[in-house]
């Protein structure tokens, strides 16, 4: 089995909202409980409110960026692919095109399904660039010109 994705998946996808929540939600829970005349910043309420938003809002980000990849694998003319909590396995015909975007050091992939899966439409994940690469000469006409995109 050939994995496409990177091992930086499963940091990304367990390891920062779990820190984020972990962290970041106690120093909410405590900006709400000190004692308002020792640390007096602390007690304001814009910072209150802003920290509570600015935490949600992140939070909201990780969810739909970070939490939505997914770890690919390829054997056989089938795609595996699990969110660590379960896999599913689908024929690779089920693909109708791969996009790419570059970002630097890492290089997010989305699988476009023919049809809606358990997944949903698209498979978004970060790519194990050598393995990625013969995958992408097995397969090139997944590959469409203006697929491609940079950031």
């Known amino acids: 089995m050939q994995r496409l994705s990177s091992n930086l998946t499963l940091f990304l996808k367990l390891t920062v909202p779990v820190a984020w929540i972990s962290f970041f939600g ?3 829970l405590v900006i709400f409980i ?4 020792d640390k007096p910043l602390l007690a304001a309420p814009y910072f209150r409110y802003g920290y509570v938003s600015f935490f949600f809002l992140f939070l909201i980000l990780i969810y739909f960026t970070i939490y939505q990849l997914k770890r690919v694998e390829h054997q056989d003319g089938f795609i ?3 969110d660590y909590f379960k896999t599913i396995k689908f024929p690779i015909e089920n693909i109708d095109r791969i996009s790419t975007m570059n970002l630097w050091l890492i290089k997010v992939v989305w699988f476009h399904l023919k049809a ?3 997944f949903g439409k698209r498979i978004p994940f970060i790519a194990k660039k050598s393995n990625f690469e013969s995958f ?3 397969y090139p006409h997944f590959f469409k010109a203006d697929s491609t995109t940079t950031a």
């Open 26 to 28: 106690l120093f909410g």
């Open 80 to 82: 595996f692919t699990t």
């Open 116 to 118: 809606k899966g358990i």
């Open 34 to 37: 000190v004692d308002t005349s």
């Open 136 to 138: 992408q000469m097995n």
